[in-house]
């Protein structure tokens, strides 16, 4: 259940029907740096604690390192690697002239005070600054990190540096130069990946269910905008609960349930479903939208939705992978659905580079064009080798970044 090891898996399958060459591919297999720091933060009863953080700087050849910094518990050196992998590949699949990187801490940051999360975003930037910047490396929020971290890791940043440099970190407050629409990002641009697979499958919204893991930036946006569209979302659930209702939640109101009570459970006309049910309810559409190894062989034969749209990074296994693609499931690759959130990442970069900044209208159909492209190219690249989307997905990537790759010198 390493996720490195999965995502090693993912890019053996496509080397070999690429016939990459050896040293292309045992590059492609390390990240170039992993930065690692233990990070002394002071608590707010004055004691002084350590955190054990990290950066990996997977790939830069098609540009600057970019990807999310997440605060979780159960952060190690190897979902950072695993994580900074598919950033590399995600930036590849949208066709943005971007590497891939990633950084955690290994923290629980609902058991921080907001002075003690502060210090501890300002001591990130201290450790990693010399390797962070604009041309360099750009972060972005992940897993509880939010917009309110990005400020700090930006003026932290900008302090020691002595200038501006907002393209240092994007998925910052609009007040400091974010984009418009980085927020719901990720799940609109899954939600225009689903569009395109429904009308290639023939089906209307109106007529599709939809169960949703994870119940926040991705998922709780993800049920909102698919609920506005039409679809008919069942259920939803976060990490301490789960709600559903057979014939579809009013997710406005489960919004602001969540809003005042903290939680999803008691939402009034709905029952309680645990995370693991969740998985196995009888929809079309599953979407996990939480963590990774979400769906392995050990419930993968349960599933029974006909489609899952990875909004989460690396939610179902290689081995679950196997019995999606002999069952006839679509899994559609999180390389594809969530790479949304990057694109506006980068939209918001460009943005900054100009000083001038553009409307939800304008962002929104920028994204959708090449959301709807990048659908396209994997689809076309699955059906070319005759094999399942996550396939097609990592061969129009790896090839990109490859050719990226060779045009520097490498063979
Ligand atoms: P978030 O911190 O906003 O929300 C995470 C959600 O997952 C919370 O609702 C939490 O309660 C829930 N959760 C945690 N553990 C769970 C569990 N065991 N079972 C069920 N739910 C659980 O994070 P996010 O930004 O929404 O990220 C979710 C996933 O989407 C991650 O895999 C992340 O890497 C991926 N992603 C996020 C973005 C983005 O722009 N935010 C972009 C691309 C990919």
Do not use: D, Q, R
């Given at each position: 259940m390493n996720p490195f090891v999965n995502a090693m898996r993912q890019l053996d399958r496509a080397a070999g029907i690429l016939k990459l060459s050896d040293n292309i591919q045992d590059i492609l297999k390390k990240p170039i740096r992993v930065l690692s720091a233990r990070l002394s933060v002071e608590m707010d009863d004055g004691e002084t604690r350590e955190f054990q953080a990290f950066r990996s700087q997977y790939n830069d050849a098609r540009g600057p390192f970019k990807g999310g910094i997440r605060y979780h518990p159960g952060v190690t050196e190897d979902e950072v690697k695993a994580l900074s992998f598919w950033m590399t590949m995600k930036c590849a699949v949208v066709g943005l002239p971007l590497g891939g990187g990633k950084g955690g801490i290994v923290v629980d940051p609902k058991k921080m005070s907001e002075k003690e999360l502060e210090r501890l975003s300002r001591a990130y930037v201290q450790a990693f600054h010399k390797y962070l910047g604009p041309t360099k490396d750009v972060p972005a929020p992940d897993v509880y990190t939010n917009g309110q971290i990005m400020a700090w890791m930006l003026d932290e940043y900008e302090k020691i540096i002595g200038e501006h440099a907002?393209?240092?970190?994007?998925?910052?407050p609009l007040e400091l130069g974010g984009s418009r629409g980085r927020d719901t990002a990720t799940a609109q641009g899954g939600a225009f990946v689903l569009q395109e697979l429904m009308d290639k499958l023939g089906k209307k919204p109106k007529k599709t269910t939809v169960a949703i893991q994870g119940f926040g930036n991705a998922g709780a946006n993800m049920a909102k905008i698919l609920h506005d569209a039409?679809?008919?979302?069942?259920a939803v659930s976060d990490s301490r609960s789960g709600v559903c209702a057979k014939h579809g939640l009013d997710i406005t109101r489960v919004l602001e349930h969540k809003e005042k009570t903290?939680?999803?459970?008691?939402?009034?006309g709905a029952d309680a479903l645990s995370n693991d049910d969740l998985l196995t309810l009888d929809v079309d559409v599953l979407i996990?939208?939480?963590?990774?190894?979400?769906?392995t062989k050990d419930n993968a034969e349960k599933i029974r939705a006909g489609v899952i749209l990875e909004l989460a990074n690396g939610p179902v296994t290689p081995d679950a992978d196997e019995i999606f693609y002999k069952k006839g499931i679509i899994c559609v690759p999180d390389i594809l659905t969530n790479a949304g959130g990057v694109t506006v990442s980068y939209f918001e970069q460009v943005q900054n580079a100009m000083n001038y900044y553009w409307t939800d209208a304008e962002v929104r159909e920028k994204l959708e064009k090449i959301m709807v492209d990048a659908f396209h190219a994997v689809w076309e690249k699955k059906e070319k080798h005759g094999v399942d989307m996550r396939t097609g997905a990592f061969l129009l990537a790896v090839d990109r970044v490859a050719s990226a790759m060779r045009l520097r010198g490498l063979s």
């Open positions: 907002p393209g240092m970190i994007t998925g910052k039409g679809y008919t979302v069942v903290g939680s999803l459970s008691g939402f009034e996990p939208a939480a963590l990774e190894n979400a769906i």
